[in-house]
């Protein structure tokens, strides 16, 4: 069982509270809790500053958790200097690792550890099918993590069906886990049961915590708001947002809808063009980008007629 402390570095980082797990202590080495704690601020930073997150894990650390997390930092860093060789590199190098842990000697914890990490990579390459069979999806696996990840493919995939098999299962040994919550919160937001009613009670709770207070969080507490049509609401969670990160995706996008939807149609643009500006890989900001593209190099093609004359 995880200590208090090792516990609150755990709710922190599967809720995406980043912000407050990087300004976490680290515990002595000496405690049982040093290494875990490592790891988790590691994986905290794998995409947004792949250097900080290999300077955290040190080359002598040989287990293979650690082997895992400097493998997938390494294939960000690679994906951001589009060095594809280095990043096909890393990619084997994950694959080899999911091979290992599935020696007799490797706990069921590594093994889990490992695959949730490896896939992680996988859907970043959209291999799909890969990381659902790394994650072992459909089988009897105790990985909480990794069911928490599938959940996220199979709604990904539009499969509301096959996450919601996935989470049954786990909800018959995993009790009341905090991460089954959070698998359970994230099937109400896809499947808007009840109003919202569980997602938008849980990121309710999670947001209003001062341990847990980040960015993500509160974006995520003012989508659930935004899907209950409850607009000033979603907005204000946006704005506290972008107080914490200027760069949040989601934040930003909310806090364009929120204001298109309430009437305010120059607001909203500008805040459609702060996305594409501060954040241009977001998923909406993105395909508005691509379609705005596109709408420009049709408009040439097309002469409008003259008016018809009575």
């Known amino acids: 069982m995880d200590s208090l402390d090792l516990f609150h570095i755990r709710q922190k980082y599967y809720l995406?509270?980043?912000q407050p797990l990087q300004a976490a202590d680290v515990p002595d080495k000496f405690s049982p809790d040093y290494k875990p704690t490592l790891l988790f601020k590691a994986r905290a930073l794998v995409q947004s500053d792949p250097d900080g997150a290999l300077a955290?894990?040190?080359?002598?650390?040989?287990?293979?958790?650690?082997?895992?997390?400097?493998?997938?930092?390494?294939?960000f860093k690679a994906k951001q200097d589009e060095d594809e060789d280095a990043?096909?590199?890393?990619?084997?190098?994950?694959?080899?690792?999911?091979?290992?842990?599935?020696?007799?000697?490797?706990?069921?914890?590594?093994?889990?550890?490992?695959?949730?990490?490896?896939?992680?990579?996988?859907?970043?390459?959209?291999?799909?099918?890969?990381a659902l069979e790394t994650l072992e999806a459909g089988t009897s696996t105790r990985n909480l993590e990794g069911i928490a990840l599938t959940v996220q493919l199979y709604l990904s995939m539009n499969r509301i069906d096959l996450a919601q098999k996935e989470f049954t299962k786990a909800k018959s040994w995993?009790?009341?886990?905090?991460?089954?919550?959070?698998?359970?919160?994230?099937?109400?937001?896809?499947?808007?049961?009840?109003?919202?009613?569980?997602?938008?009670?849980?990121?309710s709770e999670q947001a209003h915590n001062p341990s847990l207070a980040s960015s993500h969080l509160l974006a995520a507490n003012g989508l659930t708001h935004l899907l209950r049509?409850?607009?000033?609401?979603?907005?204000?969670?946006?704005?506290e947002a972008l107080k914490l990160?200027?760069?949040?995706?989601?934040?930003?996008?909310?806090?364009?809808?929120?204001?298109?939807?309430?009437g305010d149609v120059t607001k909203a643009e500008t805040?459609?063009?702060?996305?594409?500006?501060?954040?241009?890989?977001?998923?909406?900001?993105?395909?508005?980008?691509?379609?705005?593209?596109?709408?420009?190099?049709?408009?040439?093609?097309?002469?409008?007629?003259?008016?018809a004359k009575a």
Request: hydrophobic fraction near 35%.
């Open 87 to 130: 990043k096909e590199k890393l990619l084997d190098e994950l694959r080899d690792l999911c091979v290992e842990v599935e020696g007799e000697e490797v706990n069921e914890e590594d093994k889990g550890l490992v695959r949730s990490i490896a896939a992680v990579a996988f859907v970043y390459e959209g291999e799909n099918e890969e």
């Open 16 to 18: 995406g509270s980043y």
């Open 271 to 307: 805040s459609f063009q702060e996305l594409e500006e501060n954040n241009p890989r977001y998923p909406l900001g993105k395909d508005l980008s691509e379609k705005s593209d596109l709408f420009d190099s049709l408009v040439p093609k097309y002469t409008v007629p003259p008016l």
């Open 174 to 203: 995993a009790e009341d886990d905090m991460l089954l919550q959070l698998i359970e919160a994230t099937l109400g937001l896809a499947s808007g049961a009840n109003s919202y009613s569980n997602p938008h009670s849980f990121y």
């Open 245 to 262: 990160n200027g760069k949040e995706g989601t934040a930003l996008a909310g806090k364009a809808i929120s204001e298109w939807l309430g």
């Open 56 to 75: 955290l894990l040190t080359a002598d650390d040989v287990s293979l958790p650690s082997k895992a997390v400097r493998s997938l930092a390494g294939y």
């Open 229 to 239: 049509g409850e607009l000033p609401e979603a907005h204000s969670s946006f704005i």
